[in-house]
């Protein structure tokens, strides 16, 4: 039979190892800080995302933190919700699980300027024709002589203007419109319609 004193030393020791237990599962512990870099942020408006965690980067930014940490086992996936009126911004290494608690810190957004893209028509005497770059349309007026599509084009990113829809009874063909934007608007593409 055991002794009391030997039951009550054993209930104090595990009470403390229970207290001691509770004491190192603090938020640090079990959460982890997700930020990353920035490159290329010359204008204010981009909003970050993860999840319903968002955080407004500044102009001139080369780094970001999220202002709630990230359970540990749990997926982020960090997003653009807004982008700067000039710019257009990419997230590399935005998604993933944490795993143990390192903090993340190797997400990175780049930032480049955005372009016009446009170019000229000629021939164009029927309306309906519509013009596509990805999923960008533009629909100009008959007798229209030129074009510039609403969304502009980040600096070293593709286009590709088609033509989604014909004038009937016209017909018309597009010509340099494809390539990678560069420094300067794009206004060379060519739209001739017969």
Request: proline fraction near 4%; charged fraction near 5%.
């Amino acid at each position: 039979m055991k002794s009391p004193s030997r039951s009550l030393r054993l209930f104090a020791a595990c009470s403390l190892l229970a207290v001691l237990a509770g004491c190192s599962s603090s938020s640090n512990n079990t959460s982890v800080n997700l930020s990353g870099s920035v490159t290329g942020l010359n204008a204010d408006g981009l909003v970050l995302s993860n999840g319903i965690s968002i955080v407004a980067v500044a102009a001139n930014a080369t780094s970001f933190v999220f202002p709630s940490r990230v359970l540990i086992g749990s997926q982020y996936s960090v997003q653009i919700s807004k982008l700067p009126a000039t710019l257009i911004c990419t997230v590399t290494n935005g998604n993933g699980i944490t795993y143990n608690n390192s903090d993340i810190n190797n997400v990175k957004v780049a930032c480049a300027p955005r372009n016009n893209l446009g170019g000229t028509i000629t021939g164009l005497a029927s309306a309906g024709l519509i013009l596509a770059n990805g999923s960008d349309t533009v629909s100009p007026a008959a007798g229209a002589q030129s074009f510039t599509f609403a969304n502009k084009v980040g600096q070293g990113f593709s286009y590709g203007v088609t033509v989604l829809q014909q004038p009937a009874p016209q017909s018309c063909n597009v010509v340099n419109g494809s390539g990678v934007m560069g420094v300067t608007d794009i206004n060379s593409v060519q739209v001739n319609c017969q």
